[in-house]
């Protein structure tokens, strides 16, 4: 699972929604032009599931009381489940289950987004004002190397699963009155700044986030696909990492047990069904 906050996918954030908000609609465009009768993916949050472009536009660029031109007035999230993740959906709910599931997933992510803050009357994602945007591929862009050596062109879709999440999130809270940055991770190095804005643990939050998808579709997570894994190999020290290939070994020890007890099992299955099939301890075989 990668989840990302950034300020904007279109580098600005400190004006209106709208050209973030028009570059979001992308695959509606082209689905547009390919079927107009189809109907397209609107955008969601905790209380609605049909939200258009032009509401998300305008109410977060009237979320912006006492924000200065020179401050931040939304963050986008990005919820990216791993090829792993999307086919384990789709196994179990199927494609169009895969869908609903992830948008009842992203709310859940901002349930844990808001608590992260640790402010009062901002409990869960009633709390905030943020709309999401389901998207089923990603697309090749010039700084793919892909593009740069010819090997694809700018705006294909890339292979293989890309389903994901993108979320605008206001900077104030769902009554315009609470500031809110994720981007904020003083950790009371500055006090007074923690205070105003909130104090987000984005490490902690990118854990929430992983369990609660754990938890919430009972799936079983290998050690290399948890964020603890690869926050290690990229930021822990020498001891660790150390401890990390400990952990990663007895995972790799437990598996090989496992397998040879269902390798076993199907050896004393198999051994059983010969058995019967001969009459062997069943009362009326050859005596």
Do not use: C
Request: charged share 35%; proline share 2%; net charge neutral.
């Amino acid at each position: 699972m990668h989840i990302n906050i950034s300020k904007s996918e279109t580098g600005n954030n400190k004006g209106s929604s709208g050209q973030l908000v028009n570059y979001l609609e992308k695959e509606n465009r082209l689905l547009y032009e390919q079927n107009s009768k189809l109907e397209p993916e609107y955008w969601f949050n905790q209380e609605r599931q049909t939200i258009q472009p032009y509401e998300v536009r305008y109410e977060i660029d009237h979320n912006t009381d006492r924000l200065s031109k020179d401050e931040a007035k939304f963050f986008l999230v990005n919820i990216s489940p791993s090829e792993n993740e999307l086919l384990f959906l789709k196994e179990e709910f199927g494609e169009d289950g895969a869908r609903q599931q992830l948008k009842q997933y992203a709310n859940q992510v901002m349930d844990e987004y808001a608590r992260n803050f640790k402010k009062d009357r901002v409990n869960g994602n009633k709390d905030i004002l943020y709309y999401g945007k389901l998207e089923n591929h990603r697309y090749y862009t010039h700084k793919d190397e892909e593009v740069k050596n010819g090997l694809a062109k700018r705006g294909v879709p890339k292979p293989g699963e890309q389903m994901h999440v993108q979320i605008i999130v206001s900077r104030k809270d769902i009554t315009d009155s609470i500031r809110l940055s994720p981007l904020n991770n003083s950790r009371g190095k500055n006090a007074a700044h923690s205070l105003k804005v909130g104090q987000f643990d984005r490490v902690a939050f990118k854990q929430a986030a992983e369990r609660t998808f754990d938890q919430t579709f009972d799936y079983d997570r290998e050690l290399k696909e948890t964020f603890k894994y690869a926050n290690t190999l990229k930021h822990g020290d020498y001891e660790q990492r150390l401890e990390l290939k400990e952990e990663e070994r007895k995972e790799q020890q437990q598996k090989l047990e496992l397998e040879r007890e269902l390798k076993q099992q199907q050896e004393m299955e198999l051994s059983r069904k010969k058995d019967r099939s001969l009459g062997i301890g069943s009362g009326w075989g050859i005596r």
